[in-house]
C-alpha cells in the first residue's frame, strides 16, 4: 500500500505493536525487501520518515531503536534492532482512554524495562540513574492514577517514566524477563505483554538479586527501603515485586491463560532455540533449565 499510494512518510498513532510494525513497514517501503529479511539481518540503506504518537505509558518504542513483531505462520515474536522515529509525540492527554488494566500491564512494561536495563550486563550508571527515577515515579503515580484514571498529571509521570526507561533499555538491554514473555505471548496472543511480565518478573528479579544484588537493591529500594544490596535478600527481592503487582490488582496466572506444566518444553524449546539472542549475552546469570522451568512453574 506505501508503495501504491506514493507515502512519503508514515504516521503511526497506538502503542507499541502500532510503532513497531510502522517501524518495520517504514523501512520495508523504502528499502525494499520483507519483514524475514530485516529479522534475518538486512540492514536498511533509507527508510521514510516515521512519525510516532505514542497511546501508551509503557512501550519505550518511541524512543528508542526497537521493534517487536509476531510472525503469522509460526506465532514467533521476535525483537529487532531497526531504527528510531523522525519524530514522536509524547502527549498524556492521549492516554486518558486507556483502560485500567492496560493501565497497569503498560506501567509494569515500564517497570521491568527499567530493572532489567540496570541489571543486564549492558547496564552503566547512566542507565542505573535513569532506571531508578522510572521505578520510583511509577511506584509514586500508578496507584494514585487507578483511583482516577481521568488524572492527566498522574499520567503525564508515568509517561515521562515510561519514555526513560525507553532510554534505558536503548542504552543497555532487557534480558530473560522480556525474553520469556516473548515467548508466552507469542503463543498466546490474549496474554498482553506487560501482564506477561509481571507473572514471571517477580522470580526473574530473584535471580537476578542474587548476581546483581547492588544494582538490584538500589533499584528496588524505591518500592522498600530495606532491601540489602545482599544475595541473601533475593527472596525478599522478590516477594516486595510481587507485593506491589499485588497491591495495584494484578492476581492472576499464567494457567488463566491456558498454560500448564504440558507446556513447558514447548516454552523452552522456543526460547533457547529461537530467541536465544534476547537473553544470552545480557542476561546477568548463568541460565539452565532447571532456572527457567522454575520460573514458569512459579508463574503457573
Known sequence: ????????????????????????????????????DVFRGRRPRNMMPLIAINLTHGTGTEIDRYAVLTTDDTREKHGLDIRYPTISVDDPIYTISLPKDHTIYTSLDAFYHAYEAATSNYRNIFVETL????????????????????????RAMLLYASMIAGIAIDQSSTHLNHAIEHVLSG???????????????????????????????????????????LEDDA???????????????????????????????????????RLRYLYEDSTPFQISEDIIRDIISYAL
Not at 499510494?5 to 507499541?16: H, R
Not at 532506571?131 to 498522574?154: C, G, T, Y
Not at 544494582?215 to 544490596?229: H, M
Open 1 to 36: 500500500t506505501l508503495w501504491r499510494e506514493g507515502v512519503e512518510a508514515v504516521i503511526a498513532i497506538g502503542g507499541g505493536s502500532v510503532i513497531d510494525a510502522a517501524k518495520v513497514a517504514s523501512v520495508i517501503a523504502s528499502g525494499g525487501g520483507g519483514f524475514k
Open 131 to 154: 532506571s531508578r527515577e522510572a521505578i520510583f515515579i511509577i511506584r509514586e503515580n500508578l496507584p494514585v492514577l487507578l483511583k482516577d484514571l481521568s488524572d492527566v498529571e498522574r
Open 187 to 229: 503463543l498466546e496472543p490474549r496474554l498482553p505483554h506487560g501482564l506477561g511480565l509481571a507473572l514471571t518478573g517477580p522470580r526473574v528479579v530473584y535471580y537476578t538479586h542474587k548476581v546483581r544484588p547492588i544494582e538490584s537493591a538500589r533499584i528496588l529500594r524505591t518500592l522498600d527501603p530495606n532491601i540489602k544490596p
Open 235 to 273: 527472596e525478599k527481592a522478590m516477594r516486595t515485586v510481587k507485593e506491589f503487582q499485588e497491591s495495584l490488582g494484578v492476581t492472576q496466572r499464567l494457567e488463566d491463560y491456558g498454560f500448564s506444566e504440558d507446556d513447558f518444553k514447548k516454552i523452552y524449546s522456543y526460547l533457547t532455540e
